[in-house]
């Protein structure tokens, strides 16, 4: 029989053709052929020359070690049988390290910015002249408070965190030792967070938020791809959930604390800066957590034994969507970004999450302010940030839990999640409020505040399970909080304190657009990435490819893209 040539792997725009020579050989001929066609056949991608001298796409150029996944030097190309017992232990014991941290980290992002809608209303505004009396009180009517500069302090911290993504986070994927990167950044940030018991004018505290959210910016991006480096596609949507519930945890453990703090009289600061300093001191206590004891990937994780490691890093190779490489790749920027090849996913993934989080903006920044409109004192509308944190704790958890029990549930969870945020948006908007204590409305805020959440926490989830590359995860994860940003910039401007009688209006229908655009895009995206799915497995059908676990087993950590690897599948 005349030697065969292996199938090639021919990328066209946003398609994976399989293509064969001749026809298919038997598996004898294929064990026969496999040792000559060993290094010809690596089937990898060469990041810019594949795309300077072969237009079409060929892959199977070879390429260096240091573009590979780090998890090939420990495992290799061959899959290899793991112990049961070996690998639920290993995974409780990456949940038990990385989750606590994480929950608190991100605890302390939100509460950073939290922290401005509760010193609000304990003299900050004063204090930092953030609000001003456009009409005063008069023939029984209340004054007119114009609340701009507060908006913009709220916005402005988005805006340094849109300058800080894209840099911080390829920065964090190209350096060795991420946990030292890490460290520093964030005592950095918490070193800004402190200094703002220091400010004394709206104009400085701008300059402070944005610093604050341009360093910032790195914590959120690192965790979620963290959870994709140590995570299978189907356990990520529990574990995005659990670090991004912190969320919900903090307008508790916050709340509380800033109760307290409300609640201190005398001294030489007033209690909103007592409050900063705070933040700051945890914040500087989680950076040195970070330096010293943040791992890079499994590969490196100090807290696994040998075996645990070895383990942690083989049961990913079902994942097809590898560890981490250092090597930047642009080619694979391009192919985010494309609309013929990936950029479609990204786009609906973007508008989702933007759509989304344009209640953040209001909700972190103004929901105090908001909840004391409904004639509650400023500690009662803290308090009643308790229930709101508890309930969208319980609700984020529980459909991480659902995403990851059931398969292709999730963009479904999504477009379901966002019903009770359109519905709490009209009860809030078109209720009475009472003039001595409003319940319906705090009823409908309540449901916005506790379903919104899980509608973002799917999204990122989304985006970051059906992305496969080092470079694509960086830029997935730091889009994804691009449009965060937007939708927090967006959030705090709809919020008009002249149209309070009316209970803001601006504010409730906008909201309301975002998430009936939310609802549209998700199941866009349900339709993208079925039709995907679909297309690849007729391809690998088509060549007989399909059952070649070789093949499937070398690709899994080669940091090919999900264009690029065949045996890539999108979850729903």
Same mark, same amino acid.
């Given at each position: 029989m005349p030697p065969v040539t292996r199938p090639e792997i021919i990328l066209r725009q946003n398609s994976i053709c399989l293509s064969s020579k001749t026809a298919k050989p038997s598996r004898a001929a294929q064990t026969t052929t496999s040792k000559t066609d060993a290094k010809t056949s690596t089937m990898d991608v060469d990041k810019e020359q594949a795309h300077r001298d072969h237009p079409d796409g060929l892959a199977n150029l070879p390429v260096s070690s240091k573009e590979k996944d780090e998890a090939i030097t420990m495992v290799g190309e061959k899959e290899h049988e793991l112990d049961p017992a070996l690998v639920a232990r290993t995974v409780r014991k990456i949940d038990l390290y990385l989750l606590p941290v994480m929950i608190f980290g991100y605890g302390l992002c939100y509460y950073d910015k939290a922290i401005l809608g509760s010193a609000a209303l304990f003299g900050m505004t004063t204090d930092l002249s953030l609000s001003l009396v456009v009409s005063p009180a008069s023939n029984g009517k209340p004054a007119v408070i114009d609340t701009t500069r507060l908006s913009w302090a709220t916005s402005i911290f988005y805006f340094g965190m849109l300058a800080g993504l894209y840099p911080l986070t390829f920065a964090l994927q190209r350096i060795s030792n991420m946990g030292?990167?890490?460290?520093?950044?964030?005592?950095?940030?918490?070193?800004?967070?402190?200094?703002?018991?220091?400010?004394?004018?709206?104009?400085? !505290?701008?300059?402070?938020?944005?610093?604050?959210? +341009? /360093?910032? $910016?790195?914590?959120?991006?690192?965790?979620?791809?963290?959870? @994709?480096?140590?995570?299978?596609?189907?356990?990520?949507?529990?574990?995005?959930?659990?670090?991004?519930?912190?969320?919900?945890?903090?307008?508790?453990?916050?709340?509380?604390?800033?109760?307290?703090?409300?609640?201190?009289?005398?001294?030489?600061?007033?209690?909103?800066?007592?409050?900063?300093?705070?933040?700051?001191? !945890?914040?500087?206590?989680?950076?040195?957590?970070? +330096? /010293?004891? $943040?791992?890079?990937?499994?590969?490196?994780?100090?807290?696994? @034994?040998?075996?645990?490691?070895f383990a942690a890093v083989e049961r990913l190779r079902s994942n097809q969507a590898g560890v981490r490489c250092t090597t930047l790749k642009w080619a694979h920027v391009r192919e985010s970004i494309n609309p013929r090849e990936d950029g479609i996913k990204t786009l609906l993934v973007f508008v989702m999450m933007g759509s989304a989080y344009t209640i953040n903006g209001a909700i972190t920044g103004f929901g105090p302010l908001i909840v004391s409109t409904f004639n509650y004192t400023p500690h009662q509308a803290i308090l009643l940030q308790f229930p709101l944190g508890g309930l969208g704790f319980v609700l984020m958890i529980l459909t991480g839990w659902l995403g990851t029990r059931y398969k292709d549930i999730r963009l479904v969870m999504i477009g379901l999640g966002c019903l009770p945020v359109i519905a709490g948006c009209v009860i809030v908007w078109k209720s009475e409020w009472d003039p001595v204590h409003a319940v319906t409305p705090v009823i409908g805020y309540t449901m916005v505040g506790s379903f919104f959440p899980l509608v973002v926490t799917l999204t990122i989830t989304m985006g970051m399970s059906n992305i496969a590359s080092s470079t694509k995860k960086s830029f997935m994860s730091a889009t994804i909080f691009v449009a965060y940003c937007v939708g927090n910039i967006v959030g705090p401007l709809m919020v008009r304190?002249?149209?309070?009688?009316?209970?803001?209006?601006?504010?409730?229908?906008?909201?309301?657009?975002?998430?009936?655009?939310?609802?549209?895009?998700?199941?866009?995206?349900?339709?993208?990435?079925?039709?995907?799915?679909?297309?690849?497995?007729?391809?690998?059908?088509?060549?007989?490819?399909?059952?070649?676990?070789?093949?499937?087993?070398?690709?899994?950590?080669?940091?090919?893209?999900?264009?690029?690897?065949?045996?890539?599948?999108?979850?729903?």
């Open positions: 030292r990167l890490l460290g520093v950044l964030v005592i950095i940030w918490a070193t800004i967070c402190m200094s703002t018991a220091g400010v004394t004018s709206h104009q400085g !505290l701008y300059a402070q938020r944005f610093l604050l959210g +341009f /360093f910032e $910016a790195v914590i959120p991006t690192s965790f979620m791809c963290i959870i @994709s480096s140590y995570y299978t596609q189907e356990e990520q949507s529990l574990r995005q959930s659990w670090w991004y519930s912190a969320t919900c945890l903090w307008t508790i453990i916050g709340g509380g604390l800033n109760y307290g703090f409300s609640l201190v009289k005398g001294g030489a600061l007033h209690s909103w800066q007592y409050i900063y300093l705070l933040a700051g001191t !945890l914040t500087f206590l989680f950076g040195v957590i970070c +330096f /010293f004891a $943040a791992p890079s990937s499994p590969v490196t994780a100090w807290f696994l @034994s040998k075996d645990e490691k304190s002249q149209s309070r009688a009316q209970h803001y209006p601006e504010l409730w229908l906008g909201l309301i657009i975002c998430y009936i655009i939310c609802i549209i895009a998700s199941i866009s995206l349900y339709v993208v990435l079925a039709r995907a799915n679909k297309k690849k497995e007729r391809a690998l059908l088509e060549q007989g490819l399909d059952d070649d676990r070789a093949e499937r087993a070398k690709l899994a950590f080669q940091d090919l893209t999900d264009l690029q690897n065949p045996y890539f599948q999108y979850v729903l």
